[in-house]
């Protein structure tokens, strides 16, 4: 029993995944990027997502870290305790933005990118290139905000 065998093995036993590769349909995108500027977008979301991977990483291990350092200096834990919330503050928001970055590649690859994720309407090439994580049209981004805005006033 010494052998490792890995349980992923077997999924290459599977056969291949149907469907074309035909690749065909360049010229249906809803987002009305040029192929160059699509990649480019792509490129940005990959490294953005990169990015805010290793910010969140490293805001949690500072945040761990100083909660070790609280736990030998109870003394210090009221200072410490303002920063360890902005760590977990940036840490949360950076995760936000991982996540919104993570579901535009997803929309790419499922060649949704650039529709309302509630109304299916293009969001317009001008609108994607300058927030490239875009899931809602303006219409239905105001309806949400107007909604959430008078749900709970005065949030942090
Ligand atoms: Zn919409």
């Given amino acids: 029993m010494g052998d490792v065998r890995r349980d992923g093995q077997e999924a ?8 074309g590769q ?4 360049a010229g249906r995108e809803h987002d009305g990027l040029a192929p160059g500027e699509r990649e480019a977008v792509a490129t940005e979301l990959l490294a953005e997502s990169e990015r805010l ?5 490293a805001a949690e291990e500072a945040e761990a870290q100083l909660r070790a350092d609280c736990a030998l200096d109870a003394a210090d ?3 410490e305790n303002v920063s360890r919330e ?3 503050d940036r840490s949360a928001e950076a995760q936000v933005r991982l996540d919104r970055t993570v579901a535009a590649l997803g929309r790419l690859r499922e060649g949704t990118f650039g529709l309302c994720t509630d109304c299916s309407r293009p969001l317009g090439r001008e609108r994607l ?4 994580t875009a899931a809602l049209c303006l219409a239905c981004r105001r309806r949400r ?8 006033r005065g949030g942090g």
Avoid at 22 to 25: C, K, L
Avoid at 53 to 57: G, K, N, T, V
């Fill in 86 to 88: 902005q760590l977990r």
């Fill in 145 to 152: 905000e107007a909604a959430a805005g008078s749900h709970s």
């Fill in 12 to 19: 290459q036993d599977g056969q291949d995944r149907q469907g």
């Fill in 22 to 25: 035909g690749g065909q349909d």
């Fill in 53 to 57: 991977r290793l910010e969140i990483d």
């Fill in 77 to 79: 834990a009221g200072a």
């Fill in 129 to 132: 290139l300058a927030v490239p």
